[in-house]
């Protein structure tokens, strides 16, 4: 596939010991997921890290038989939050990217994330869906009102303009990581990374995603329980602000 050839850092005259790209991708029971999103991972990707959290269907064989490269690790919390972390504390790149498992994203949009990253200085970019040329398929009416009112709230605590707040695709530099220390074990860590860096001196920024829905497998999500625990945090949040 002709994109998967598609190299920022290359093009950049850089080398991957200049700046490495590591892909941290949470799972539990994603084989179906992983079938779709390994064999679209873009040549710059140098590392990538499975965090597995006792996944019973063929996650793994999935794993060694597209990407034998691919380091599988199992999980040792609960929560995708604490899944994240893990994986961002074993990866070794400059340049660390967090993407679901379930093939509901497309990892080539992370182009313009390393873009944004390597080229234009960044510290933090976050994918949306909502900002124009990005999108999903996965959009109940439910599921955007319940976005749009988080990442109202969530803007409201941290003044900021964050347009997709749950959308987990995100692209850190390692500059990032202390940040991420102590935030929430559950799907409530990326929004809190989120409200933190935006009260930061670090610079952040959006790229644009469509999200597809998952491909097979069930939803980890729990819309009410998981938003409560957000807006707990958010108000958490706004206390320490
Ligand atoms: N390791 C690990 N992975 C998790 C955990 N919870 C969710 N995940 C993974 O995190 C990713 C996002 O979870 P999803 O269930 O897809 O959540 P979502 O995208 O908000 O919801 P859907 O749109 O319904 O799929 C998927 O790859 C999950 O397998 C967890 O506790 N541990
Ligand atoms: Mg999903």
Request: glycine share 10%.
């Amino acid at each position: 596939m002709e994109h998967l050839k598609i190299d920022v850092r290359g093009a950049l005259g850089l080398k991957p010991e200049d700046v490495a790209v590591s892909l941290i991708v949470p799972t539990h029971n994603e084989a179906r997921g992983l079938r779709r999103l390994l064999p679209a991972i873009p040549a710059v990707v140098d590392e990538i890290i499975i965090v597995d959290w006792a996944s019973t269907d063929d996650t793994r064989d999935v794993v060694s038989y597209i990407r034998p490269d691919a380091t599988v690790v199992e999980q040792v919390g609960r929560g995708k939050g604490s899944a994240i972390k893990q994986g961002l504390a074993l990866a070794k790149g400059q340049i660390l990217v967090t993407c679901d498992g379930d093939g509901s994203m497309d990892p080539l949009d992370m182009i313009d994330a390393l873009n944004m990253l390597i080229v234009e200085g960044y510290d933090f970019v976050k994918g949306s869906r909502c900002k124009p040329g990005g999108g999903s398929s996965d959009f109940t009416k439910w599921r955007a009102f319940g976005n749009n009112v988080l990442t109202w709230c969530a803007n409201h605590v941290a003044d900021m303009n964050w347009t997709d707040i749950t959308y987990g695709f995100n692209a850190y530099h390692r500059r990032v990581l202390p940040v991420t220390e102590g935030l929430a074990d559950g799907f409530a860590f990326e929004i809190q990374l989120a409200a933190r860096l935006s009260r930061s001196e670090l610079r952040i920024g959006e790229f644009t995603s469509w999200e597809s829905p998952r491909v097979g497998g069930e939803s980890k999500l729990n819309s009410i329980r998981d938003g409560l625990r957000i807006l707990r945090v958010l108000v958490h949040e706004r206390r320490k602000a």
